[in-house]
Each structure stands twice: as structure tokens, then as C-alpha cells.
């Protein structure tokens, strides 16, 4: 299976010219950050759009029409809360407790100009607010 590139992303998600331009700008930052620090698994950066992009992309279908506030437990390199936010979920809360994945993020938001809320803590550490959605992908095993 060839990669997927960000036009057939596009093709299947649906999305404006200018959500895949702002996703393109944070596959290029992942790309370019991911020289110095581990954001993601090496192996999967040939197919980036399909790994990371679809795969947080294929979860805004699925949110219920109110959802207002999100909030991705251990988010890492985004995935899939700024992708989401990038879709256009209003109100994305990142959980990251590495404080160079959280720069990342930051960085992400800030080119795009995706507005999110960002919490460098350990996902214990944060106050409890109410939520509509929860999001986790890679944390840790269901049971902990």
C-alpha cells in the first residue's frame, strides 16, 4: 500500500483546502522536530498522514454534535487531540507531562493558529473539570 498523501487524506476525510494546509504545516513540524526529540515511532513517519493524521481524523465523525470540550490524555505529539482541534472541536484540552512534546504542541497551535489549552502535568495532577469527550491513544493499558 503506497503512502497516503495529503490530498487523498483530503479525498477521504472531507476536509477544507485549509485544514489540510494546516495539518500539512504540522506534518512538516513533526517531521522536522522529530530529528531531535522522539514524538513518534520512526517506522511510522513514510505513511504519517495515514498513522497519525487519519487516524485521529477518523474519530470527528464519531463525536457527538455538542461535544464542546475534548480532552486527550497524554496527548504526545498531538495525536489525535490537535488533530481534532485542527478539525475545528472547540475547546481541546492536551494532557502532556513532557515538557518537550508539550514546546511541540505549543508550536503546532501557534503556526496553525489553532487556539487549545495546554496542561504540562501528569494527568493525576490536573484539577478535574468537566469534559465531553475523553481521548487516549498510546497511554497505557485500559485496566490502569
Request: proline share 8%; no cysteine; glycine share 6%.
Amino acid at each position: 500500500m503506497s503512502p497516503l498523501t495529503p490530498e487523498g487524506f483530503q479525498e477521504i476525510t472531507g476536509v477544507s483546502r485549509e485544514t489540510r494546509d494546516k495539518l500539512t504545516l504540522y506534518a512538516e513540524l513533526l517531521q522536522k522536530w522529530q530529528k531531535r526529540i522522539n514524538l513518534v515511532g520512526r517506522s511510522t513517519l513514510p505513511d504519517l498522514w495515514r498513522r497519525h493524521m487519519l487516524d485521529g481524523a477518523q474519530l470527528h465523525p464519531l463525536l457527538p454534535e455538542e461535544t464542546r470540550v475534548l480532552v486527550d490524555f497524554g496527548s504526545g505529539a498531538g495525536f489525535p487531540g490537535l488533530v481534532l482541534a485542527i478539525m475545528g472541536v472547540p475547546d481541546v484540552h492536551l494532557i502532556e507531562s513532557d515538557s518537550r512534546k508539550v514546546a511541540f504542541q505549543r508550536e503546532v497551535a501557534r503556526v496553525t493558529e489553532t487556539p487549545i489549552t495546554l496542561h504540562n502535568s501528569r494527568i493525576e495532577s490536573v484539577p478535574p473539570f468537566p469534559a465531553d469527550v475523553i481521548t487516549a491513544r498510546a497511554l497505557a493499558p485500559l485496566t490502569d
